[in-house]
């Protein structure tokens, strides 16, 4: 999957997350909310190895993404913004008051749903081209975590290799299905047009044997 890890939080409250990989991506976004907490809107991204770290703000609600750097920036925003509006429209102003994990149960399930789709599924690309949204994107710089994080805090970002290649592997299949499927359908149309031709040469044989388009002398 391009996007791995997901979380909604309030400040450094966090309200649900989801990983789907074994990771200690939780504990880098955790310190990561706790340095960059504040009431302005912020569009940002924080890179460590080949992983980014996307973070979008509003009106105090903070959600975040952890993508390989292959996904770019657009579709994590894109993913971000989907997951505010789903969370705000869901929860209201429960938002202002809730518990840590308060809505985790629930919405942890609708990430791992929009992760999966934003990340593997081509119509999600071909509509954000459409819809244009992410224009915002363009003005997100790119910072390094070891710039954000104190030294002594620093957090080696660790990811297990099995996870990534079993996500890699699902998809794979995925696709091949996709293919199987198409390479189906085609031998199937072709078996069809197949059949009429043969049947339209036949008759045509039949009718200058017997005479006639009517058949006259085999009838």
């Not at 518990?99 to 690309?125: C, H, K």
């Not at 198409?182 to 339209?200: C, E, H, Q």
Request: with cysteine; glycine share 6%; charged share 25%.
């Amino acid at each position: 999957m391009a996007i791995l890890y997901a979380l909604v939080a309030r400040g450094s409250v966090v309200l649900a997350e989801f990983t789907a990989a074994s990771t200690n991506a939780s504990a880098i976004a955790k310190q990561l909310l706790e340095k960059t907490t504040g009431d302005n809107d912020i569009n940002v991204s924080y890179s460590q190895d080949r992983y980014i770290f996307h973070v979008k703000r509003t009106d105090g609600l903070t959600v975040l993404c952890m993508a390989d750097e292959s996904a770019g920036r657009r579709i994590p925003f894109v993913f971000l913004e989907d997951m505010h509006q789903r969370f705000v429209r869901t929860y209201g102003r429960a938002v202002l008051s809730a518990v840590p994990y308060a809505m985790n149960d629930e919405f942890s399930r609708v990430l791992s749903q929009q992760m999966e789709y934003y990340s593997n599924d081509p119509n999600a690309d071909r509509l954000n081209r459409i819809r244009g949204e992410m224009s915002q994107v363009r003005s997100v710089m790119i910072e390094n975590i070891d710039k954000v994080l104190e030294r002594g805090d620093r957090l080696e970002l660790l990811v297990d290799k099995t996870a990534n290649m079993q996500g890699n592997t699902f998809r794979f299949r995925k696709q091949a299905r996709r293919f199987k499927n198409t390479v189906w359908w085609r031998n199937v149309r072709f078996m069809v047009v197949l059949i009429i031709f043969l049947l339209i040469i036949g008759y045509i044989v039949l009718a200058f044997v017997c005479g006639g388009l009517a058949l006259p002398s085999c009838i």
